[in-house]
């Protein structure tokens, strides 16, 4: 992975937009997330969006190319919600090797097609590693505070699964992202050292915490210094935040552990806020300025966008990053994690 730590040094890097917007664009019907091969499921597959890399592939790599093509470095996997834990929603729990495998190989192939073409301007591929639906450090029983609705070693087997798939698949770099519960995230993290102890590899992780409200805390309760304390432990690529917020009032957060770690920075914030219905309109000309404020303050090594963005706001994005210098991370930090 040298070629991506040179490129760190030499300039920010543009992470892609969001998956599930583009996605709602097709209108897929329930006949088109269930494809001929589950034309006969048992369970509604409508939502599911991560199936649509065996039933919908095309429109998958379609999505990818238009990233790559607005400027974005970095693809993300379509496998946010790809482990058992998730997929029980689904009752498609046997599938989940299969979804990580191939999102991957989708991804890489997109990745690969565009570096032949701009060999100065390699590609790519972040597994993406969602939160799960469960929370291992609260109880969902107000009436049960001491209840848990998965454990950690629950979470550490599905995520090793996961993340096993993904790196089968060709993935360059695993993205744990929209971390709300940082014992989720840790079982994560722990999960990917056994893989690499394992294989005897390196492979680079990204970590993106998720600060759900005003409060300036995660959901599990912790401050933005306290996320990246507690998870400085583990030799990390970049660590950031993404969802739940706009850029702007994501800043304060990444001011918080930009002058804190020698790990290098991420975010990718939404599009502004939701409106009533649910959908966000922040433009990407709208987005771009409060992005400019990150860049002027040196606060970003990688950027990108979350929910309600698309290849438009990355390609603004992008343009304006390549005006600007990364924040300088500590050489002798990167060398280890690279």
């Given at each position: 992975?040298?070629?991506?730590?040179?490129?760190?040094?030499?300039?920010?890097?543009?992470?892609?937009?969001?998956?599930?917007?583009?996605?709602?664009?097709?209108?897929?019907?329930?006949?088109?997330?269930?494809?001929?091969?589950?034309?006969?499921?048992?369970?509604?597959?409508?939502?599911?969006?991560?199936?649509?890399?065996?039933?919908?592939?095309?429109?998958?790599?379609?999505?990818?190319?238009?990233?790559?093509?607005?400027g974005a470095d970095i693809v993300?996997?379509?496998?946010?919600?790809?482990?058992?834990?998730?997929?029980?929603?689904?009752?498609?729990?046997?599938?989940?090797?299969e979804l990580n495998f191939e999102?991957?190989?989708?991804?890489?192939?997109?990745?690969?097609?565009?570096?032949?073409?701009?060999?100065?301007?390699?590609?790519?591929?972040?597994?993406?590693?969602?939160?799960?639906?469960?929370?291992?450090?609260?109880?969902?029983?107000?009436?049960?505070?001491?209840?848990?609705?998965?454990?950690?070693?629950?979470?550490?087997?599905?995520?090793?699964?996961?993340?096993?798939?993904?790196?089968?698949?060709?993935?360059?770099?695993?993205?744990?992202?929209?971390?709300?519960?940082?014992?989720?995230?840790?079982?994560?993290?722990?999960?990917?050292?056994?893989?690499?102890?394992?294989?005897?590899?390196?492979?680079?992780?990204?970590?993106?915490?998720?600060?759900?409200?005003?409060?300036?805390?995660?959901?599990?309760?912790?401050?933005?210094?306290?996320?990246?304390?507690?998870?400085?432990?583990?030799?990390?690529?970049?660590?950031?935040?993404?969802?739940?917020?706009?850029?702007?009032?994501?800043?304060?957060?990444?001011?918080?552990?930009?002058?804190?770690?020698?790990?290098?920075?991420?975010?990718?914030?939404?599009?502004?806020?939701?409106?009533?219905?649910?959908?966000?309109?922040?433009?990407?000309?709208?987005?771009?300025?409060?992005?400019?404020?990150?860049?002027?303050?040196?606060?970003?090594?990688?950027?990108?966008?979350?929910?309600?963005?698309?290849?438009?706001?990355?390609?603004?994005?992008?343009?304006?990053?390549?005006?600007?210098?990364?924040?300088?991370?500590?050489?002798?930090?990167?060398?280890?994690?690279?």
């Open positions: 992975m040298s070629k991506l730590q040179e490129i760190l040094k030499e300039r920010i890097l543009i992470l892609d937009g969001a998956m599930g917007t583009m996605l709602q664009a097709y209108k897929f019907s329930e006949e088109d997330f269930r494809g001929e091969r589950f034309k006969d499921y048992p369970s509604p597959l409508q939502g599911n969006n991560d199936l649509l890399s065996l039933t919908q592939p095309q429109a998958i790599k379609d999505i990818h190319a238009k990233y790559f093509e607005a993300e996997t379509n496998t946010f919600s790809s482990t058992t834990i998730a997929m029980a929603d689904y009752k498609m729990q046997d599938l989940v090797y999102s991957a190989r989708l991804a890489k192939e997109v990745a690969d097609a565009f570096t032949a073409k701009e060999p100065n301007k390699p590609r790519f591929v972040a597994g993406a590693i969602g939160p799960t639906n469960r929370t291992a450090s609260m109880s969902p029983d107000v009436n049960d505070p001491g209840f848990r609705a998965v454990t950690f070693n629950d979470l550490r087997v599905a995520y090793k699964q996961q993340a096993e798939a993904l790196l089968d698949g060709g993935v360059d770099i695993l993205l744990i992202e929209t971390v709300f519960d940082t014992l989720n995230a840790k079982a994560a993290l722990f999960a990917v050292e056994e893989i690499k102890e394992e294989r005897q590899i390196d492979i680079p992780i990204m970590l993106s915490g998720t600060i759900t409200d005003a409060s300036g805390r995660t959901l599990s309760g912790q401050t933005a210094e306290a996320f990246l304390i507690s998870v400085s432990h583990i030799p990390l690529l970049s660590i950031g935040f993404n969802c739940a917020l706009g850029a702007n009032l994501l800043q304060p957060h990444l001011e918080a552990i930009a002058n804190k770690t020698d790990f290098a920075t991420s975010a990718h914030p939404n599009a502004g806020l939701p409106n009533a219905f649910g959908e966000y309109d922040e433009s990407p000309e709208e987005m771009g300025e409060q992005i400019e404020e990150y860049l002027k303050k040196n606060l970003i090594n990688i950027i990108g966008g979350c929910c309600g963005t698309s290849p438009e706001h990355i390609r603004v994005i992008a343009n304006l990053a390549a005006k600007y210098k990364p924040r300088s991370v500590a050489s002798s930090t990167a060398e280890g994690i690279l």
